[in-house]
């Protein structure tokens, strides 16, 4: 595969001017206004993969298109689904770029421009080496099938239905995405595990309206006061979470993830001084990564009742209301754990006040096989492209995307992450490096080869 | 003084006719619209004094004015400091009223206006009782100083510093006030106990800003959820209040008062019903009236922190406030109990948590001696006026001119109730009941003697 990386290194300047165009589209998704553009970048995208030796088609939803295209001429080889995104947040505000956002340049080695690392620059690096292989070696080791949507940035609301929709067409064995972070510069990681969520809304309510505090205070119960009751409760002196069985379906860190995470820089004075905090807090027994990686929460997100406004206002009020999401770890099960949580706070409901319980939103927390050939082939292929082994890491919040793969399309999914978190995503002056950009397509052309060895 | 009682007996329908013409004066302190009818009561007030007899004045505050009456001619006899109001609670909703709240009517024995009962009603007991011991008997058994404020209704702002300018002038032995209510019908009451009052607020701040609940969550501590930690930890299972100290000085009821108060009828379904609850809630060992007149409480009042729209938001806050307050009995002093709660919190907060604590008004309780002469002098009056002893009850909140007259003044007050707690005070369809009207005028006129028996 010599040929591969050759070309890759040759046409090293072509690739950074091609996704320089891609940049220069505004394709902001979250606002009406940049519409043509985003048929623009559809069009742009769907061209390049044309252009690479795919089947590429533009195929309309019910929001923004979804960009579709395929090469399944390695008969018997593994087939890996590739999932990126064409559209871009808003660049605002405008005036703290130094360049403006839609106007890449070039400059101490990284081009930047919005979208450069979320999602357009990592995702190219999949059509660059596609590319490279097509032309330089005339096929692929591999089956590719690229998923490139337009609404990452709003939610991704139409991506289910077309999984769904779709399952045979985009029948796979393992999906890839480069949608993260390395650990830090130097440090490519494979984010393994993700948290799951669950998320909830508790009322209590005591007398049918607020009253005097003086003439009733006393004799009735405040559901505020109860409310912080049955809250205070949820987690005991060591931080952990009281729920009967909160626990029993945590799969414990083993020693090599403990070790692993131990071994990555982390300065917790650092993060300390940005959070504006004298210490963490958290579990006893467990570091802050881990806290945050790997080990489930119970948080209040929000909190209402009485009277909120200037001053005293001396009531025992009607209601009281918490917003609680836990995030959760593998293998906890948002449903069941709701319903704990519900009996939880039931049994622990003082006489006098009814409560009303209602559930939003859950999520599985993921992790992929850590012995699969997958995860081998994508660590050979990254320590190829990189020269350096990825750190093995887990991230505490939840990415959507993994768990539809898992649950419509049945397989793992590969977070490889090229950018860093300190290029900017979100906000002004995005960038990413030229260096990164150009190890992420050599890693990608080694993983298809390695997924084929595997 | 059967000459006395002849005299109200004999001028029953002129009293209730004298009544109606204060009533037709609109006197809402708090709307400025008002303005020339508050000068208009002032003077209405000012002259019904003269008339009686005494020595009256208007005198200006920064606010409304306070009407002044003295009749001090009975050397060597006790002086009773007369407080009243004659300002009213604006009459909204006004299309609730059967008849117009500034015209006044007379049916079913009461008679319907805004301030019938609060307090221009009640107020006018003691002016006719005065009136009619000058007139029929030339002369008063006690001394008499009338102070009638026109800004109860809005926080009596400009009392105390009146008070505390003419010490001299209200020198006196024992302050009389009929604002507060007889315990149910043919139930005239003593009030001679009041609950004091702390409160503060307390604003816990975790990280700088609000975090993300996936990235940052299990590693920080949370402001809420450690908001409701240390509110959870205020109340023990039965009830009690957990702040070290908070019941050292509290006086405990006795034998005596747990028997009245248990004498009294109560009716807990009706109570239940009325605020729509299924369990009265409590320390435990006390009934709903010894909760509610005679113990202590600690309520949220209104709490608040992170986000409180529709729907999740997947956040660690970074701020949590909630406003506190302390109901009080005597003796608790208010500034020694701010202090301890706030130690409490200081000592429980858990590490990488910052507290503002922040106190706002406070008020002592107060009780007045059950064994004092005045005392026994009132009950006698009640008993002849009503013809049946008063019942001898407290009440939860705070009435803050007992406490004045307490602290500034030194002396306790008698609390005499002649309306009822359905007379729908600040409320449409405000009445009192002529008859009750016409007892009260009776109690007072024998309250001068009984004192000066006394």
Wanted: with cysteine; charged share 20%.
């Amino acid at each position: 595969m010599q040929d591969v990386l050759d070309f890759l290194n040759a046409n090293r300047d072509q690739a950074v001017e091609q996704l320089a165009q891609l940049l220069r589209i505004p394709s902001v998704s979250a606002d009406s206004a940049f519409l043509p553009h985003m048929t623009a970048a559809a069009e742009f995208v769907h061209n390049a993969l044309c252009e690479a030796g795919l089947d590429a088609e533009i195929i309309p939803t019910a929001g923004h298109s979804i960009v579709y295209g395929e090469w399944t001429k390695a008969e018997g080889e593994p087939t890996a689904l590739i999932y990126g995104h064409y559209d871009v947040q808003p660049p605002d505000p405008l005036d703290l770029w130094t360049t403006p956002a839609f106007e890449p340049d070039v400059r101490d080695g990284c081009i930047w421009a919005r979208g450069a690392t979320d999602d357009k620059g990592q995702l190219w690096t999949h059509v660059l080496s596609v590319a490279a292989w097509l032309k330089a070696h005339g096929s692929l080791p591999v089956n590719v099938k690229f998923v490139i949507e337009g609404e990452e940035e709003v939610g991704s609301n139409n991506l289910d239905h077309f999984l769904e929709s779709n399952k045979e067409k985009l029948k796979c064995d393992v999906a890839v995405v480069s949608d993260t972070s390395q650990y830090a510069p130097g440090m490519p990681a494979i984010t393994y595990g993700l948290r799951g969520i669950l998320a909830c809304e508790v009322t209590l309510t005591g007398p049918n309206r607020d009253l005097h505090s003086g003439v009733f205070g006393g004799s009735v119960i405040n559901p505020v006061n109860a409310l912080c009751g049955l809250i205070g409760k949820l987690h005991d002196e060591s931080g952990r979470i009281q729920v009967p069985g909160f626990y029993d379906d945590v799969k414990p860190l083993t020693d090599g993830e403990r070790a692993e995470f131990a071994s990555l820089p982390h300065d917790e004075a650092a993060y300390l001084a940005d959070l504006g905090m004298s210490s963490v807090w958290g579990e006893h027994g467990f570091t802050t990564l881990e806290r945050r990686w790997a080990r489930p929460t119970c948080d209040v997100n929000g909190i209402f009742g009485g009277y909120t406004g200037e001053g005293p206002k001396t009531i025992v009020p009607s209601k009281a209301t918490a917003k609680i999401t836990c995030r959760l770890v593998p293998d906890q099960d948002p449903h069941a754990l709701t319903e704990a949580l519900r009996k939880f706070f039931e049994q622990n409901l003082p006489p006098g006040i009814s409560m009303k319980f209602t559930t939003a939103h859950g999520g599985k927390p993921s992790i992929a096989d850590l012995e699969s050939p997958y995860m081998a082939a994508a660590k050979s292929a990254i320590e190829k492209g990189f020269g350096t082994a990825p750190v093995m890491i887990r991230e505490g919040g939840s990415i959507p995307v993994v768990a539809s793969f898992d649950q419509i399309l049945g397989v793992d999914t590969l977070l490889l992450g090229w950018g860093q978190n300190s290029d900017n995503l979100h906000s002004p002056n995005e960038h990413f490096s030229i260096e990164d950009f150009h190890k992420g397509a050599l890693a990608s052309a080694c993983l298809w080869s390695e997924l084929a060895a595997g």
